[in-house]
């Protein structure tokens, strides 16, 4: 008797285990905390940067976070109110570049929706994107002209200024490399180049850009965006356990972009924020 029951144990615990592969052969996911948070509470937490220009900020008269970082988690919340059928509110909370990462993987915050997929940050975190790109373009000085393309600016009697380290400095000396790069520890000695004449040109993205001539039109020349348009991709950082999360998101995001309403909130935002839009090519998407 205690054989067969020893005999029928292992059969039972063997059709176990093999159910059990043949549920992950059929890619049946493993339990999303970030996810099943999300759903349970009813509110996605998304990091804030206070007073990070045009990404986000608390508007003084509302008390109200703004910005193209809020809105997208805006967005994100309403969207995934449709998918998880219930009501899910966006949620704001402080957080800075040097502790994003932590507050991240401390789940003080769910997701922050716009940072560059750096080799360390992806070992830490899963980047899901781009959420959005980012145009390289130039502030020129007043008396340099340019043609607008990366050909006139790929000249060694060009003189492009760009902050050292930064993935601006790699992408323009990538795109303009015969040019003479001139790289500096600031952005604030990169515009003082430019003013003074050491530079012909500060190389930023299209959100520089427009804050640095916004501040001082009168001391530069145009804004350039170098053609064929070039971009700087930005991503969503969440945990690693996120598997649930991860392809909506990257899904989300990538019809977003097509539909063209990641562009609209970026022009909302900038428009309010007081930028002149107008000087942003049609062809330049975000």
């Known amino acids: 008797m205690k054989n067969r029951i020893s005999l029928r144990s292992m059969f039972v615990a063997t059709a176990l285990a093999l159910a059990g592969l043949n549920l992950a052969g059929m890619g049946v996911a493993a339990a999303d905390p970030v996810w099943d948070r999300i759903e349970s509470s009813g509110n996605i937490v998304c990091g804030a940067i206070p007073n990070d220009p045009v990404g986000s900020w608390v508007d003084r008269q509302t008390g109200q976070w703004e910005g193209y970082e809020i809105d997208l988690c805006r967005a994100i919340a309403a969207d995934l109110s449709k998918e998880m059928g219930k009501e899910i509110k966006p949620e704001f909370r402080e957080t800075g570049w040097k502790t994003v990462v932590l507050d991240l993987q401390s789940n003080k915050i769910d997701i922050w929706p716009g940072m560059s997929a750096t080799p360390e940050r992806e070992k830490a975190l899963s980047m899901i994107g781009p959420m959005y790109g ?50 500096l520890s600031e952005y ?4 003082l180049a430019v003013q003074s004449g050491r530079a012909d040109i500060m190389g930023a993205d299209a959100l520089r850009c427009l804050n640095v001539h916004k501040s001082a039109s009168h001391a530069f020349g145009d804004i350039v965006f170098p053609t064929p348009i070039q971009s700087m991709g930005s991503s969503a950082g969440i945990i690693k356990a996120a598997d649930r999360l991860a392809p909506w998101l990257k899904k989300w995001s990538e019809e977003k972009q097509a539909s063209g309403e990641v562009k609209a909130i970026f022009v909302k935002v900038l428009n309010n924020a007081g930028f002149d839009t107008s000087v942003i090519p049609p062809e330049v998407q975000f």
Do not use: M, Y
């Open 188 to 191: 604030s000695e990169v515009t």
């Open 134 to 183: 980012l145009a390289f373009c130039g502030v020129t000085g007043k008396s340099f002209q340019s043609e607008g393309t990366w050909e006139s600016l790929n000249k060694p009697e060009v003189r492009i200024a760009t902050v050292t380290g930064t993935s601006i400095e790699t992408a323009f000396k990538k795109l303009a490399p015969n040019a003479t790069h001139v790289t």
